[in-house]
């Protein structure tokens, strides 16, 4: 598993950007760690911390130049990038008695609806994106994979965050 440049352009939608670095925070330390890796590997540096003394919140920061002008042109960059942005912006239930469901949610509609348009061109079919509740939140949108589409969400797409793609096989 070599993550990219796209890859890590779905990731930062959860991003922090700040005068000349990206921040990505997680709970979960070891995809902060993994990002940090993959980062190395593709021949750049990052640097990892923990946010504060009492928070359980990580962080990976790299620089800015690492991306910059870098755009998704090919059907393996936007396999990445949809894995990223799952990996961001995505979900499946953490309970092993709910009802299994995979969903990508953002405030910004007009990028939910292109990574959706990347998504349905590769067969995989989705819900309508819609705003749950409009009381709530009236800039959160979501949309859901099709049922019948799981297993094709699986095999081309995938997960390289630890707890979503634990989530997700056990589901499976």
């Known amino acids: 598993m070599e993550m990219s440049k796209a890859y890590l352009l779905g990731v930062m939608h959860d991003s922090t950007e700040r005068k000349i670095t990206y921040r990505i925070t997680s709970k979960e330390k070891s995809y902060v760690e993994f990002l940090a890796n993959m980062i190395h590997k593709m021949g750049y540096n990052a640097w990892t911390y923990k946010e504060g003394k009492t928070r359980n919140m990580y962080v990976v920061?790299?620089?800015?130049k690492m991306i910059k002008g870098f755009s998704i042109k090919t059907r393996d960059e936007k396999i990445e990038?949809?894995?990223?942005?799952?990996?961001a912006e995505?979900?499946?239930?953490r309970s092993k008695i709910s009802r299994f469901y995979i969903y990508f949610s953002q405030k910004?509609?007009?990028?939910l609806e292109q990574v959706k348009s990347y998504i349905k061109e590769l067969g995989i079919k989705c819900g309508k994106t819609h705003n749950p509740s409009i009381n709530v939140d009236p800039d959160y949108?979501?949309?859901?994979?099709s049922?019948?589409?799981?297993?094709?969400?699986?095999?081309i797409i995938g997960s390289w965050h630890?707890?979503?793609s634990q989530h997700?096989?056990?589901?499976?």
Do not use: A, Q, V
């Open 162 to 164: 630890p707890i979503k």
């Open 108 to 111: 910004d509609k007009g990028d």
């Open 81 to 87: 990038y949809i894995r990223g942005y799952f990996d």
């Open 168 to 172: 997700y096989r056990m589901k499976i």
């Open 147 to 155: 049922s019948e589409s799981y297993d094709l969400f699986e095999k």
């Open 61 to 64: 920061e790299f620089s800015k």
């Open 90 to 93: 995505g979900s499946t239930p």
């Open 141 to 145: 949108w979501r949309f859901y994979i």
